[in-house]
């Protein structure tokens, strides 16, 4: 009796992205794991991007849907719409500019196949398009593979692993649905890390393989980068701001260790508000910054949830500092970021 392998749906959520798109499609094209099906987004792009992957996906061989949005809403939305439309007993989220070494789904499915985890992760390369070299950067410093959430969660608060990069995840999906986690529509920056530390919260069981087989690349068009943080600035820090917020409500809710509870309290979103008023007074947005101190100044409570940071000195020495100035001379802290 032949066993049929698991469908894996690899969602890619695209705009204007003629460029790369079609680099990108067949870096999954080339993937040495068969059953896949590719589900393209298209969120109202005005290039030609719909074009140039059509005509490729229809030359591969491979399963393919191209999904086209009638109303543009960002890559939230669009990989909503990728996972409301797959079909595979696992998914995959790919950047529409990003690359893959031929082994990466069949490796991520092997591991999560294997430990019958919830999500599994793995290492990246980053690639400067500009300077046509890869990045190098800091290592995976876990030592053994943990299987339990809360010690991915304390591993990353002392630093030593990050996977809140969607794209370096292979997640189960009944495991999706059933715990109803999508991707905050309203959010466009800060999404990833908000959907998968969302996951990491309520998952049972998390592997790891420490071959870095996805290849993010990094370019002068990607939101991330100087030049759209500054013009779009306000947007983004806010954004970011209530992201931040709801994973450290969502967090404190789902954890039981009380040391990650004091973290999430005490040092994630003492240093979420100190991010958002830096950010504040380095695009000079002063109404902002005193409508926030308006709002502090009338609350004790707030006050002393600022100066809580103490408490968590040894994940960053100048919170604290920060926080201090920030109750006592919020002029001064305006004027040294500004």
């Not at 959010?187 to 908000?194: H, P």
């Amino acid at each position: 009796m032949t066993v049929s392998k698991p469908l894996v749906s690899v969602i890619i959520p695209t705009y204007n992205g003629e460029k790369r798109i079609s680099r990108t499609l067949n870096s999954i094209i080339a993937q040495d794991y068969e059953n896949i099906e590719i589900i393209l987004v298209d969120d109202v792009s005005t290039d030609n991007t719909v074009k140039i992957a059509r005509d490729v996906l229809e030359k591969s061989g491979r399963e393919f849907s191209i999904i086209q949005r009638t109303e543009n809403g960002r890559q939230s939305a669009s990989r909503n719409t990728g996972l409301k439309a797959a079909n595979g007993k696992y998914v995959i989220f790919f950047d529409h500019d990003d690359m893959a070494e031929k082994n990466f789904v069949s490796s991520l499915l092997n591991e999560i196949e294997n430990k019958n985890a919830d999500l599994v992760f793995c290492g990246f390369k980053r690639f400067s398009e500009e300077k046509n070299k890869f990045i190098k950067l800091r290592p995976v410093k876990l030592k053994t593979k943990f299987l339990f959430p809360e010690e991915y969660i304390r591993a990353w608060t002392e630093k030593k692993v990050s996977f809140t990069y969607i794209w370096i995840c292979i997640f189960r999906k009944s495991f999706l649905d059933k715990n109803n986690i999508k991707f905050y529509e309203r959010c466009y920056f800060g999404e990833d890390a908000e959907f998968m530390l969302k996951v990491v919260s309520a998952s049972q069981k998390i592997s790891f393989i420490r071959e870095e087989n996805y290849i993010h690349t990094v370019n002068n068009e990607q939101q991330g980068n100087v030049n759209n943080f500054v013009r779009h600035g306000q947007n983004i820090y806010k954004q970011f701001y209530l992201s931040r917020l709801r994973i450290e409500r969502y967090m404190r809710n789902k954890i039981k260790d009380e040391k990650l509870k004091t973290y999430m309290k005490n040092f994630y979103r003492v240093k979420t508000v100190v991010l958002y008023l830096s950010w504040c007074a380095k695009l000079g947005d002063r109404k902002n910054y005193d409508r926030f101190f308006s709002t502090v100044k009338r609350s004790k409570i707030f006050r002393e949830f600022l100066l809580s940071s103490y408490k968590t000195l040894k994940y960053d020495m100048l919170l604290f500092p920060k926080s201090l100035m920030l109750v006592y001379c919020p002029k001064i802290f305006y004027w040294i970021y500004k």
